[in-house]
């Protein structure tokens, strides 16, 4: 390994240290993302208030609402239903019409009539799209980039693991009062130790999400190249076909529902209820009823069952469910979606997902800190690390308060050049950001005070004016039972308080940091 | 019951790590003064009040989900450990004090 | 407090110097273009050829691919890790490719 550096040791150094600058960025944006999508379900009902409504278990007649599908889903090839629960209290029913497009709309899970709700991608609209993509659709570019970041992040883990020679002896060891340099690989070495197995948990379940995407090739093969079947064996999906042309009434999708959960439930032993009401083809007679328990609430895995019927007779097609192997792939999967009902897991997920931006931030913060006080420190690719890493951290940060700012600000039907208003909260996201990137290259390490303080504004405003437009602050959320509103709110304000305190502590030093002399040796 | 599982869970791992933390020299003299030993009890101890906490969570969890709640509580306790060992040792100091010597 | 920052390492070095490596730009390159593309190679190999064999020994399909995938996955970080601290990564490089030939040559015959 001679041709190398002095060996392994030094290339994992080598590969922790430049992985780290070159996509830190990005695995920042993600876990940033990620710890939100936590809650994703809980932002949404913060960003569209007409959907905080607090849930009650109700039996939903599908048939119902079937029966009063809008023209142009009549004769779609694709109707789904999401069933109600406790974090989305509405019915989510979308469909595809004739032109291709989808429509999304939320159902009043009492009357199953559309609600009038704010324009907004919201949590599950945008937060989520852009953890896993960065919202980059262009043939699936932003999940292959997202992916590189997850593969950058288990080979980040390992090589970390590697250099750092003092895992036991300084496991509990954090040294704010010492030296900037110093007190930040401690936080990073800190973080990163403490939430080691989430940390290789995450991105190795996130890859498995998307091994399709990922391994298509490798995946179709021993299906003979064809995807579709590769999904059928191991996920239970159904191709009813092309539609034949051929007229027919849909038999009772409530009948069809109760019987899936009963033979899911016989199986299983425990009540076992679906999350997915999806029908296919809808009007032909090559219907098909398609049900499956996606996001279980009272286990980790997910998808355990799928349960497809022919929509005219009602019969079985399929019962499908999950085969040992398959089993385990989806407990990883599931504890990558954490769409459980299990609250203190959710809240260490988030303080887990948090202290991964710690690890990510102080990664990056140690790689400049380091330069500091020389002359590297004046090198355009110096510069560019720390807009980037100032732009990246606090600026994300910055853009995402800015986008629930936009939210509860923009006024109902605003358009701008035929942008709808969500889509402009998002333009609000990326403009903010954008410009948090030309701050922060213009003031360089000031700017880390001064993104500080437009957190704490913006969060603060945030919390103002979900009171001002909705009526909804913290204590009225908590007496209405909307506890997600109360709970989005809450975090804003330690936000906002977080981000005050930081920026006290961030004035800059008046004279740079001297150079200690063990590290001018060589 | 549930609740008091995983308090006891939260509990047990916070004052496992708190004295494996103790039971390293360094983490010792910051909260005893120098002078003393941990001695090896507190490293046992620790390890087994980790394991009780395990077993907590298992009970109140199960496997499936006590795999992904047992390591970020871990996790966490250790956060607190660290953060007690950083800005207030002394709050360890009565803990220490059942095995100093 | 001496740590790994203390020891001689390749941040000491030129920034244009440390982001090649003392390997040079041509080597640094071939190490990430293997581990990655080469990698990648490997994963996709190791799912086709698992998940065409497997079944003739009775495993279900389906299961086979799962199980493939999980394991193909597992082993592309130390893939990558390998190929970017090899002592010869010329040889090792070629190896890695070979291996990922051989398996989807595999695959494509059952």
Not at chain 1, 148 to 172: C, D, P, Q, Y
Not at chain 1, 503 to 522: D, G, I, N
Request: charged share 15%; glycine share 10%; proline share 5%.
């Amino acid at each position: 390994m001679a041709q190398f550096g002095d060996g392994f040791r030094q290339a994992m150094h080598w590969t922790h240290t430049w992985l780290g600058v070159v996509l830190g960025i990005v695995m920042f944006a993600v876990f940033w993302m990620g710890t939100l999508t936590i809650f994703a379900p809980e932002i949404d009902r913060w960003m569209i208030p007409e959907t905080r409504i607090v849930h009650a278990k109700r039996e939903i007649s599908y048939d119902l609402l079937l029966s009063r599908l809008p023209p142009d889903a009549a004769s779609s090839d694709y109707i789904n239903f999401v069933v109600p629960d406790e974090r989305r209290p509405t019915i989510g029913f979308s469909y595809r019409g004739a032109d291709g497009t989808f429509s999304d709309h939320e159902l009043d899970p009492v009357t199953g009539r559309p609600l009038a709700v704010t324009d907004s991608r919201a949590g599950t609209g945008f937060i989520y799209p852009f953890h896993l993509s960065l919202t980059i659709e262009w043939q699936n570019l932003g999940e292959w980039i997202v992916g590189l970041a997850a593969l950058a992040m288990l080979i980040l883990l390992i090589s970390g693991l590697v250099i750092h020679r003092k895992v036991v002896t300084e496991f509990f060891v954090f040294r704010p009062r010492r030296k900037a340099r110093r007190a930040t690989l401690d936080l990073h070495n800190l973080s990163s130790l403490l939430g080691l197995p989430f940390y290789f948990l995450m991105p190795f379940s996130g890859l498995l999400i998307f091994a399709f995407v990922y391994l298509p090739w490798g995946i179709a093969e021993p299906f003979g190249g064809d995807l579709a079947k590769a999904a059928a064996a191991i996920s239970g999906d159904y191709d009813p076909g092309a539609r034949t042309g051929r007229a027919a009434t849909l038999a009772s999708v409530d009948a069809m529902k109760r019987e899936a959960e009963a033979m899911w439930s016989a199986a299983e032993g425990v009540p076992v209820e679906t999350n997915l009401v999806r029908i296919l083809n809808h009007g032909d007679d090559s219907a098909v009823v398609y049900f499956r328990n996606t996001f279980p609430r009272d286990r980790v895995v997910l998808s355990e069952y799928v349960a497809v019927f022919n929509g005219n007779t009602g019969q079985v097609l399929q019962d499908f469910a999950k085969p040992p192997i398959g089993h385990a792939s989806s407990w990883v999967q599931g504890a990558h979606f954490m769409q459980f009902g299990h609250w203190p897991l959710r809240w260490l997920y988030f303080i887990g997902g948090l202290g991964g931006c710690v690890m990510i931030a102080t990664g990056m913060l140690f790689w400049l800190s380091s330069r500091e006080g020389k002359l590297a420190r004046f090198s355009p690719g110096h510069r560019t690390v720390e807009a980037l890493t100032i732009g990246g951290v606090t600026g994300i940060i910055i853009a995402t308060c800015a986008f629930l700012v936009a939210n509860r600000l923009l006024p109902p039907g605003a358009t701008l050049w035929a942008d709808t208003r969500a889509e402009l909260e998002v333009h609000a996201f990326w403009l903010v950001w954008f410009a948090t990137f030309l701050h922060a290259a213009s003031l360089r390490a000031q700017a880390w005070a001064q993104q500080c303080w437009a957190i704490a504004i913006l969060a603060a405003t945030a919390v103002t004016l979900n009171a001002v437009t909705t009526g909804e602050h913290v204590t009225a959320a908590l007496s209405d039972g909307y506890l997600a509103v109360a709970g989005v709110d809450t975090v804003l304000v330690i936000t906002a308080g977080a981000a005050a305190w930081s920026a006290l502590k961030l004035r800059p030093a008046s004279k740079p940091l001297p150079v200690p002399a063990a590290h001018t040796v060589e | 019951m549930s609740a008091a599982l995983l308090v006891g869970a939260m509990l047990a791992v916070t004052l496992g790590t708190a004295l494996l933390a103790l039971s390293q020299q360094r983490h010792w003299n910051a909260v005893m003064g120098t002078g003393s030993k941990p001695g090896n009890l507190p490293q046992r101890l620790g390890w087994l009040l980790i394991s009780v906490s395990l077993v907590l969570t298992i009970l109140r969890d199960g496997g499936s989900f006590g795999a992904l709640s047992w390591p970020l509580q871990a996790g966490f306790g250790a956060l607190l450990t660290s953060g007690a060992l950083t800005w207030m040792p002394g709050v360890m100091k009565p803990l220490a004090r059942w095995f100093g010597r | 407090m001496r740590g790994v920052w203390e020891a001689p390492s390749p941040t000491r070095m030129p920034a244009a110097r440390q982001i090649i490596g003392r390997d040079g730009p041509m080597l640094g390159a071939w190490r990430l273009f293997a581990g990655l593309v080469g990698g990648h190679a490997l994963a996709s190999g190791m799912v086709a050829a698992m998940g065409s064999m497997l079944p003739l020994v009775g495993m279900p399909r389906g299961e086979a691919v799962s199980l493939a995938i999980l394991l193909a996955l597992i082993a592309y970080a130390p893939t990558c890790l390998a190929m970017l601290a090899s002592g010869r990564p010329w040889r090792d490089g070629l190896a890695l490719f070979a291996t990922a030939g051989a398996l989807i040559a595999l695959a494509s015959m059952f």
